[in-house]
Structures are given as C-alpha cells and as structure tokens.
C-alpha cells in the first residue's frame, strides 16, 4: 500500500511501483478526479477515503476573498470522485480513514458519494467484495456463500438511503438485532372504539407503509354495533380539568393523519388533532396490537383518559 496524499503523488507511486515490480495498491486524496484519465491508465487499484472536504469559510466577505476556485471546486467534487473512478473503470475500495466518529458517519458519507452519481451496487462491492479482493480474503470474505464467514447486515430499505433502518447484523454467523421487528403485521384497516360504552366514538384507522415505518390516516367508519348502512351520530362525555360534559358531535373528518406513528414489539402509538373528532387539542392513543385486536388507552386533550380497542377490518 503506497500512500498518495495528492493525484500527483498517485502518479509517482505508479513510477515507483512499476520500477521495483510491486504489487502496489494506491492509497488515494480523493482528488483523483484531477487526473482521472491518468491514474485510471496504471490499472491500480485505489482505495478511496470518503473524508471529503469541508466547505471553505465563506461567512463574512473577508472570508470569501480568500477562497480560492480551486478550494471551491475540490469541496464541491470530491463526493463525485468514487463515480468517476466507477466510470472510468478504476478498481476502489471506500474507507473511512480520517472521518471522525468512524462508525457513525461512515455509511452517510458513503451515501453521499451514491447521491453525487456512485451506483448503489458499485458502492457495496467497493466495501465488501473489492476489500477483501485487496487484502486476499476473498476465500472467506466479501460475498454471502456457503462456507464463506456470515457477516452482513439487514436493512428495511436501501442501504444508502438516509430513512433506512438497520435492522440487524450478523458477524460470524452471531445474530445481533439493532432494531426490534415488529412481531405482528398491523398493516390493514382497523375498526377502533375510543372510549366506553355510549361515551365512546367509533372510527376506522387505515395503517400503511412498511412493517418498521408505518403511516396511518383516520377516517369515517361504523361501530361494529350499527350496520354500514346506518348513518353514525357520535356521542362524547367529556372529563378531566374541563368539566366536559355530554355532547353530540359530527362524525369524524375523513383523511386526518396519525402523527408520532410508533409500532415497536407488540406496541403500536401515535397522536391526532382532537378536531377530527370534535375536541380541541391533540388526542394520544397507546395500544398492545396482536394480528386482530388492540386494547390500550388514550388522554384527551384535558388529560383524560379513555380506554382504547379495535378489531381488524384487514
């Protein structure tokens, strides 16, 4: 491994490397964007950093004058120097070497270089098929195959994708779960019954996305004491601090988004604007959720509180 701190150096290292008959892997700067054509001639492999540069100091006018172009222009491309070796057909491994918090920032600078024209595809063999290529561990490493080492991670989504979840990882065959799967799929529409009795309001809540990343709207439904041909009048007693009181009000408007939408285990919750179902404030909703049911309990917006239940309407 020849460290090359600069595309020049990159160069000199081919010299060296040719003259002395090395088997050389270049360690590059990231600018090996400036003599791509070049470099990408030696045939070396590069292991490419994803410690880009940090914007110049552009704060004040003072400050500005004395950013060069060139400073500019190497902040704004080294994030698409891991695409254009890709195109130009340079083998590279990414490393982190010279990140901070390695092991927190290292995927989303990877990510980065994928949103700046780096295939997905030809990211993940650049951190795993290409590096253990390069350090001669590829009888054991670097792809999934039978009696290969049992290393990689599960995500709910892309891996170079900032929403993505990991989920789990696995090193050496060890399972170690990052984020809990939930046990149930919860995914459906759901008759659910706030509050008790005559008291309580019944609405369809409609849960959708993926197991991990749910979202959910509440709409117009039926108690499942009332046929759906029958039209719902809703009764409300109110509690708490406020007095309430009986009342009668409109069923609830259709389309209202849940909000702070969270299923972990066999616990699903989330919050709603109370005017969906004539109150004023927000309404918060937590529930134990199997395949059919829910039981749990909500707070009005006074800090009442109500008990909670549904049954599937998948």
């Known amino acids: 491994m020849i460290d090359a701190p600069d595309q020049q150096y990159a160069l000199r290292a081919e010299r060296v490397a040719r003259e002395f008959k090395l088997n050389a892997v270049l360690r590059g700067s990231g600018q090996e964007y400036r003599r791509l054509e070049e470099i990408a001639a030696t045939g070396r492999a590069v292991v490419v950093p994803v410690n880009f540069a940090k914007a110049p100091n552009v704060a004040s006018p003072e ?29 590279f491994a990414l490393t982190g070497h010279g990140l901070r918090e ?32 390069l350090l001669g561990l590829s009888r054991s490493h670097g792809t999934i195959e039978v009696g290969k080492s049992a290393g990689f991670v599960v995500t709910d989504g892309d891996l170079f994708d900032e929403k993505t979840k990991v989920l789990e990882t696995w090193v ?16 459906g529409t759901w008759a ?38 029958q039209a719902l009048s809703w009764l409300w007693f109110g509690g708490g601090s406020s007095g309430g009181g009986r009342g009668r009000g409109a069923a609830p408007r259709d389309g209202t988004a849940l909000a702070n939408l969270t299923y972990a285990g066999s616990q699903v919750a ?45």
Do not use: C, H
């Open 102 to 133: 390695r092991d927190a920032t290292f995927l989303k600078a990877a990510s980065k270089a994928v949103a700046r024209g780096l295939p997905a595809d030809a990211a993940l063999r650049a951190l795993t098929v290409t590096p253990a290529e």
């Open 172 to 187: 050496d065959g060890a399972r170690y779960e990052v984020t809990a799967i939930p046990k149930e799929d919860v995914r």
């Open 270 to 314: 989330f919050t709603f604007k109370g005017d969906a179902v004539g109150m004023d404030g927000v309404v918060q909703v937590s529930a134990t959720a199997s395949a059919d049911r829910w039981v749990g309990t909500g707070v009005r917006p006074d800090g009442s509180a109500f008990a909670v239940s549904a049954s599937a309407r998948k």
């Open 192 to 229: 659910v019954r706030l509050g008790e009795g005559d008291g309580g309001k019944a609405v369809m809540i409609k849960l959708t996305g993926e197991p991990t990343r749910l979202r959910g709207r509440l709409t117009t439904g039926t108690s499942a004491t009332r046929p759906a041909t």
């Open 63 to 91: 400050a500005a004058m004395q950013a060069s172009l060139e400073d500019l222009m190497d902040w704004d491309l080294q994030p698409e120097n891991p695409a254009r070796l890709e195109r130009a057909g340079v083998k």
